[in-house]
């Protein structure tokens, strides 16, 4: 268990753990090869098409034409792009407040895959509580490559070991640790401040 004197950054995974992503939960109607939201998410994940547009290297129309294919998605491309943008949703009013209090005490980041089309949604909603955003396709690198975190690190200009990270993908948790960063899983916001409990980062009353 960290001592939270020796932390400076807390980053945070945002669809999954601040914020909810209902893209799962919305594709299990619309694919005929899936019985439950974890095998869409796991085929998701490994999606080449998703990983491109991550990435920044294909365009929306591309995109959606890709993933559509790989997942044998029942939409077409124009309509599949329209539900693609809703499910990126606002974040909670715990969310924010949770990241207030959190602020009082710690430098706060994001670490996200995301697109052209979420990350202005992102980074509009949360920029008066998140001091620095990372978004894959910004980057050029996704998840769980070590590459995305190790530009975190070094744009952050901190030690790794003195930076806390909470994803819901334990792979990207394990390749969060491989380049010293403290990760931690947290699937969704209540895990998140169970998790920030049981590591003694939300201290009542501590200032620093």
């Known amino acids: 268990m960290p001592n939270r004197k020796l932390l400076d950054v807390l980053l945070f995974d945002l669809g999954g753990v601040l914020m909810e992503f209902a893209g799962f939960d919305e594709l299990v109607p619309l694919v005929h090869w899936a019985e439950d939201r974890s095998q869409v998410r796991d085929r ?7 990983q491109r ?32 943008v809703e499910w990126a949703k606002e974040p909670s009013p ?5 990241l207030m209090r959190l602020r009082e005490d710690f430098r706060i980041a ?19 509580v998140i001091d620095s955003f990372y978004f894959s396709d910004e980057i050029g690198a996704v998840k769980p490559d070590r590459a ?11 030690s790794p070991n003195r930076i806390a ?37 939300l201290g009542e009353g501590h200032r620093r």
């Not at 715990?94 to 949770?98: R, T, V």
């Not at 994001?110 to 008066?128: I, Q, Y």
């Not at 995305?148 to 901190?158: E, Q, S």
């Open 148 to 158: 995305i975190f190790k530009h975190v690190i070094r744009d952050l200009d901190v």
């Open 94 to 98: 715990e969310a924010i407040s949770l």
């Open 53 to 84: 547009f991550e990435r920044g290297e294909t365009t929306c129309d591309d995109f959606a034409t890709g993933v559509i294919e790989e997942l044998k998605i029942d939409l077409s491309p124009p309509n599949f792009l329209e539900n693609f």
């Open 44 to 50: 998701w994940i490994r999606s080449e098409a998703v």
């Open 110 to 128: 994001a670490l996200s895959n995301a697109n052209e089309l979420h990350t202005p949604l992102h980074r509009r909603r949360f920029e008066a």
């Open 165 to 201: 990270f909470f994803d819901d993908t334990p792979v990207n948790v394990d390749a969060a640790r491989s380049t010293g960063i403290r990760a931690y899983a947290a699937d969704g916001l209540a895990e998140l401040t169970s998790r920030l409990r049981q590591l003694g980062l």
